[in-house]
């Protein structure tokens, strides 16, 4: 009898080991450290979001009725963040060195960028860290024409092709029709 | 009793004494080959029983303990020698089991703590949430729905189409040359 304690207690000291031992959200792979990157040390965010592995199953269990797909997309997250900064009032070439800055520092750090837009003063990049053949995590940098900065980062298995599939079933516009 | 007596006496009293399950039902078929052996075997075999019985309660812990620590099958391992340890002494024993039984009352409280406990979210705060990834995916869908557009146009319109197009021109001027000769 003692020793089957033993032998259980010992099961239970190491599996709670292994649950400690477990990366933190901070120390995954597809967690963006952007608020390390000097551009936006002395910012403030206008507004901004992070969306948890929990409240997030419970969106995903709530959408399950409505789009499978959809539902499927958001159980792999472990994370949505997003971050808007109002730059109104730097001038167009400041932001794009922000942003040249932002692709390099994501470039360095071994992110890849996926899709990268250039207009007039509108810009958009997406950038996806891939480890063992899988995007575990993905950034998105957006410039508006008001100067507004948004940044999304979303921890976890994100498939692209779901992504991209959801865009027709939903009916998102073609952003390349749409500009 | 069956021939050669004296070798199947010893014979079946070492089975009744053994621990062995096999030597004794070896032993135990053998007996009944004579009524005279299956009494005999039967019991030596109560007998058997009832000394270890008797053994176990009357004789003192600590003759017990010196039995077993000299009877004991020798492991090398540290592990096994501690826990042999702790298991010889009754104290250290009592303890130990004190102990594993507070860990597992701990770690009990922790994994129902841990799983019960999260964070508990209204249906405003979910529906925000909603709105939100709906915002984000707004934001995001439509350009990695275009990049991979992109892509697979890019692909197939520079990468695949102009070298199928200069094979089939190649074909078909070896064919026409072919002909002509």
């Known amino acids: 009898m003692i020793r089957r304690l033993f032998v259980v207690s010992t099961i239970l000291i190491l599996s709670s080991v292994i649950l400690k031992t477990q990366p933190l959200l901070e120390q995954q792979p597809g967690y963006l450290h952007f608020e390390e990157f000097a551009l936006f040390k002395d910012l ?33 997250l472990k994370l949505i963040r997003s971050y808007t900064f109002d730059l109104s009032d730097r001038p167009l070439d400041v932001l794009e060195t922000y942003t040249e800055q932002f692709n390099r520092r994501l470039l360095d750090d071994r992110w890849d960028i996926v899709y990268r837009t250039r207009e007039r003063e509108t810009s958009a990049s997406i950038y996806i860290k891939e480890v063992n053949e899988k995007v575990a995590g993905l950034a998105l940098l957006s410039i508006e ?28 516009p073609d952003i390349n029709n749409s500009r | 009793m069956v021939p050669n007596c004296s070798h199947t006496k010893n014979f079946l009293l070492n089975a009744a004494y053994s621990k062995n399950l096999l030597f004794r039902m070896v032993a135990f078929l053998y007996s009944l080959k004579c009524a005279g052996c299956r009494a005999m075997y039967i019991q ?12 176990f309660r009357e004789c003192p812990p600590s003759v017990l303990r ?49 799983t019960m406990d ?10 925000l ?6 915002e984000t995916f707004n934001l995001l869908v439509p350009l990695i729905h275009s990049a991979e557009l992109n892509l697979k146009e890019d692909i197939i319109m520079r990468q695949v189409i102009p070298p199928l197009r200069d094979g089939i021109a190649t074909t078909t001027e070896l064919i026409s040359k072919g002909i002509r000769q």
């Open chain 1, 44 to 76: 403030e965010s206008s507004m901004e979001f992070q969306i948890g592995e929990s409240l997030l199953r419970l969106v995903a269990n709530a959408a399950e009725y409505e789009s499978k797909e959809l539902a499927s997309v958001l159980r792999k």
């Open chain 1, 145 to 172: 024409t008001d100067h507004t900065v948004t940044i999304v980062n979303i921890v976890g298995e994100v498939n692209l092709d779901e992504l991209s599939a959801l865009a027709q079933r939903f009916g998102f």
């Open chain 2, 44 to 55: 030596a075999r109560h007998t058997s029983n009832l000394l270890k019985r008797e053994l």
């Open chain 2, 66 to 114: 010196t039995v077993y620590s000299r009877t004991r099958p020798r492991r090398n391992g540290v592990i096994s020698r501690i826990v042999e340890t702790i298991f010889l002494h009754p104290r250290i024993a009592f303890g130990s089991s004190a102990i594993v039984a507070a860990v597992i009352a701990v770690m009990g409280y922790y994994m129902i703590t841990t």
């Open chain 2, 118 to 127: 999260g964070p508990v979210y209204s249906s405003s705060e979910i529906e």
């Open chain 2, 129 to 134: 949430a909603q709105r939100q990834i709906e």
